[in-house]
């Protein structure tokens, strides 16, 4: 082989002669204590803990870096989530009581809580996961201690479960079931607004009316309660079920113990409705939109009365005018009609009277013109007798008044001219045809 560049020259004390040179002297031996240290001695350990062979370690913690360097490079967009002081008494917590852990605390989203989205309990449960794993902890020379991580994944299956997050959420300790006090001078909004909003998680109908203001419309304010005196509400007990200690699993021991726990929560449903209806009736006797409302329905109603009183009394007030009118009326009408009776009986007498005037005139004009007989005649008896009858069939035949008069008229011109008895004759002819 041809090496294509120059060696260096070898040193003053080199010689060709000697094999070896002598520097200085060995000192002598002593006994140490030797602890193993260091990343390899930490990855052996780690192996052998976990059972693992060098592909498993190496897949594992190059997976556990890449999330580490996701999570550092997303950490930005964890702000909403904020940075939660942990409880060192939660961080000792035995993962077998996960139950009754705090499920938002143990994530950090403590301030979120029901209002944490599937995203932001993603993003939670990875950082925890970054910050508590228990490979993490060991590469980093801390002891292998996975009760706190295994209180976080229970955390994380509860709260991504949707059925077990509405169980949790329903008896979560932290949210208030308190009834606000009816007696309190705080202002009806600021007092009640918050909880009616706590309590619109619970409802099966979304979105769900929420308190308003002053201002707010009676319609909405109507439809507002009408929505929370029909409130469906999803909220269960399923989470305060007690559980067969004993481990029993006989089927007859099963069977107690979900017919308890059904009774158990039948009972606390049951409670929860009671304390949510005295919520909405408590809201309700003390909402002043209500009382402003009540004023004006009965300023309304109490103008319509006014109204309606006054139409009746106006309408009595014609009724009685008219039956006034009516009366008068027939009072007139009354007396016109007898008046007229009387009149009618006045001027009847006073034609009578006149009529009887005219025939006693015409009996005196005969009885004063001898009878009507011819000049020269003597006015006999028999003759008498018969003018007479004449004069009774002339007054028969003469109508009326107007008639009389004129008979009367004509018998008087008669005895004028001289030819009374061809004028008698003659209205005697001409009223008795």
Not at 73 to 88: H, M
Not at 369 to 385: D, H, K, R, T
Request: glycine letters at 4%; aromatic letters at 8%; charged letters at 35%.
């Amino acid at each position: 082989m041809v090496m294509d560049f120059l060696l260096p020259s070898p040193p003053k004390s080199w010689s060709a002669d000697k094999t070896s040179a002598f520097h200085a002297k060995i000192t002598a031996p002593t006994n140490a204590t030797i602890q193993p240290a260091g990343r390899h001695f930490l990855a052996h350990a780690r192996r052998h803990i976990h059972s693992r062979t060098f592909s498993e370690d190496e897949k594992v913690t190059s997976e556990a870096e890449a999330a580490a360097k996701s999570a550092a490079g997303s950490e930005q967009d964890d702000t909403d989530l904020g940075d939660e002081p942990e409880d060192p008494a939660m961080l000792r917590r035995d993962p077998k009581d996960w139950k009754d852990q705090d499920q938002y605390a143990v994530l950090g989203l403590s301030a979120l809580r029901y209002k944490a989205t599937e995203d932001q309990i993603r993003r939670a449960h990875r950082r925890k996961v970054l910050r508590h794993h228990p490979d993490k902890k060991a590469a980093h020379g801390g002891l292998h201690d996975d009760g706190f991580f295994k209180c976080i994944q229970k955390a994380f299956e509860t709260l991504m479960d949707p059925v077990k997050r509405r169980q949790w959420d329903s008896v979560d300790p932290s949210v208030s079931d308190a009834v606000p006090n009816a007696k309190s001078k705080s202002d009806f909004y600021k007092m009640y607004g918050p909880v009616f909003e706590r309590e619109s998680r619970f409802s099966n109908t979304q979105p769900v009316p929420q308190l308003g203001n002053a201002e707010s419309a009676q319609e909405a304010v109507e439809g507002f309660y009408d929505f929370w005196y029909k409130f469906d509400s999803w909220r269960t007990f399923e989470w305060m079920d007690k559980e067969d200690g004993e481990g029993h699993d006989s089927r007859d021991d099963k069977r107690y113990f979900e017919k308890k726990n059904k009774a158990e929560r039948a009972k606390l449903k049951k409670e929860d409705n009671a304390r949510l209806r005295e919520i909405v009736d408590q809201a309700l006797s003390l909402d002043p939109r209500i009382k402003i409302f009540k004023e004006q329905a009965n300023k309304h109603r109490n103008a319509k009365k006014r109204e309606k009183e006054e139409a009746e009394k106006k309408a009595a007030e014609e009724a009685t005018a008219a039956a006034a009118a009516a009366e008068a009326s027939r009072i007139a009408t009354e007396e016109a009609d007898k008046k007229g009776r009387e009149d009618n009986k006045k001027n009847k007498e006073l034609l009578k009277r006149a009529v009887r005037k005219e025939k006693k005139n015409l009996k005196a004009l005969i009885n004063n013109n001898n009878y009507f007989l011819p000049a020269g005649q003597v006015a006999g008896p028999v003759e008498v007798e018969k003018q007479l009858e004449l004069l009774d069939a002339l007054l028969d035949g003469a109508k009326g008044l107007d008639q009389l008069e004129a008979v009367r008229q004509a018998l008087e011109d008669g005895v004028k001219s001289g030819n009374i008895a061809e004028v008698f004759k003659a209205e005697v002819a001409k009223r008795s045809a």
